[in-house]
């Protein structure tokens, strides 16, 4: 017969999402039948079942109300379908705070009714999130300092810990479990709270390149020298090596003009050439 949806299809988001421990991911979808109800069937399966933790899996309707678990004894549930109009519902995996790098659970749900028969499958992997610490202005290696010396106590979950010079009041911060990682830098003074949400490597990727010591200095600039044995004194820049990160200066107040060629973090930029 023609317009005859058959038996249950499927459409929407499904497929494998990667996860934090502790997390949860979510997909959308909707299914559609020529009979009702559905009867929607979970096989599961972990990698080293035995000592792998739980993962939690549910099935949501449109208005949230839960529908199946994976803790409950049966493996499947029916569904009322409402006609020809497709059921919307959600799936949810949330990845165990136990969770170690690359566990993963993967789930095949079949859908049958008296019209036939389909399946759909879904998978989580966990992963490493990387989360945003606000610090005190000009505090923020003192704090990393400080999480890195907690990060060896308890459980493991710090991987790396990033407090990019030229940002201030923020530290990027690594791991597989954002609860311990809260946890961990809860009792550091100078620790303000986390960013909601998490980061990326690409996000953060420019601050993981070294910046040549020289980038923002340009010939004309007033600077004063921070070290060396003219430490403190103001010279003017003649003449930059960025190859070499070094750049040579005149000192203004030296009687007889000599050339002083230093390092570029040497020097502080007082005025910028007009």
Request: hydrophobic share 40%; net charge negative.
């Amino acid at each position: 017969m023609t317009g005859e949806i058959g038996g249950p299809v499927f459409s929407g988001d499904s497929g494998s999402k990667n996860v934090h421990a502790g997390g949860a991911v979510y997909w959308n979808f909707q299914v559609s039948s020529a009979a009702s109800p559905v009867n929607f069937a979970f096989a599961e399966s972990t990698p080293d079942a035995e000592n792998a933790p739980e993962w939690n899996v549910t099935l949501y309707d449109s208005t949230g109300t839960e529908l199946w678990n994976s803790f409950q004894t049966r493996k499947d549930v029916d569904v009322e379908l409402p006609g020809r109009t497709p059921k919307i519902l959600k799936f949810e995996v949330i990845c165990p705070k136990g969770a170690r790098y690359d566990d993963s659970v993967s789930i095949v749900m079949t859908m049958k009714s008296e019209a036939g028969a389909s399946t759909a499958e879904f998978g989580a992997i966990a992963k490493q999130s990387i989360v945003v610490l606000k610090t005190q202005i000009d505090q923020e290696k003192t704090v990393a300092d400080s999480l890195l010396a907690k990060a060896d106590q308890g459980e493991k979950d710090i991987y790396a810990i990033l407090s990019p010079i030229g940002l201030r009041g923020y530290v990027f911060v690594e791991g597989m479990n954002t609860d311990q990682m809260h946890e961990k830098a809860r009792d550091i003074k100078k620790a303000r709270s986390f960013i909601d949400g998490e980061t990326s490597i690409e996000e953060i990727g420019h601050y993981l390149t070294p910046v040549s010591a020289v980038v923002g200095i340009v010939e004309g600039d007033l600077v004063e020298l921070v070290n060396g044995p003219f430490k403190g004194e103001m010279a003017r820049v003649q003449k930059i090596d960025e190859a070499k990160e070094e750049i040579t200066v005149e000192l203004v107040q030296a009687m007889v003009p000599i050339p002083v060629t230093v390092k570029g973090d040497s020097v502080r930029i007082v005025e910028k050439e007009k």
